[in-house]
């Protein structure tokens, strides 16, 4: 989940070294989800909760005092009596709750991703793998000359042909900083299609209330 759905790290200036080094290092593997989401996950024996880095959803618990986590999107969706409740409090942005079974406690957000990011030198991979353009030299090698070179290092880089037409493509051309959508723009093809779709059906439909609307004076007729 830390992969998934990270905390923001970039411009986090009081977040420890070897935390963002572990978010800067997975962040070339994998594209983050900024949500809105509130995930809840079990391996069967842990159980967590985790809150995208803009905290859009809610999500809120409370722990009783007979050892019961109660989450959910609003406080109070149960009638836990106030004198039962031992603490009380909500998922913030990027944050985690897990409650480890087999230890039988809730295991604090610190803790979790203060143990993960220290398993392994995160922070000496990037330095010995990490290019940064302004220690690049001014001249560099030409481009792949063949279609063929060209799709290997497309490949190697993991772009798509959706990123070449229409995320880089607009980059070149008109130096457009390209925008996504989860639904269709005005421009997209998909878009065009719905549009005709709904014009067709719209026509037909007129056209049939239209034959309805002279039926009558035909069977006057």
């Not at 409090?89 to 480890?100: A, F, S």
């Not at 997209?188 to 049939?208: D, F, K, N, V, Y």
């Amino acid at each position: 989940m830390m992969m998934l759905i990270p905390e923001a790290w970039a411009g986090n200036a009081l977040m420890e070294s070897k935390r963002r080094a572990f978010y800067e290092y997975y962040a070339a593997l994998m594209e983050p989800w900024d949500g809105p989401a509130a995930i809840a996950f079990t391996d069967g024996r842990q159980i967590g909760a985790t809150l995208d880095r803009n905290g859009l959803r809610p999500a809120r618990f409370c722990v009783t005092d007979d050892d019961r986590v109660i989450m959910a999107s609003e406080s109070g969706v149960l009638p836990i009596p106030e004198v039962n409740i031992v603490r009380k409090w909500r998922l913030q942005p990027g944050r985690m709750l897990l409650i480890d079974l087999d230890e039988g406690r809730i295991v604090e957000d610190e803790e979790i991703k203060s143990r993960l990011a220290a398993e392994e030198p995160y922070g000496d991979w990037l330095r010995e793998t990490q290019f940064k353009l302004e220690d690049l030299p001014a001249n560099f090698e030409s481009a792949p000359s063949s279609r063929e070179d060209m799709e290997t290092a497309r490949k190697s880089f993991g772009y798509t042909e959706e990123d070449l037409k229409f995320f880089l493509e607009p980059m070149g051309k008109a130096g457009d900083d390209p925008v996504g959508s989860m639904a269709p723009t005005r421009r997209s093809p998909l878009c065009r299609i719905a549009r005709g779709l709904c014009t067709t059906i719209s026509s037909r439909t007129s056209h049939r209330s239209r034959t309805r609307r002279s039926i009558p004076s035909a069977k006057r007729w």
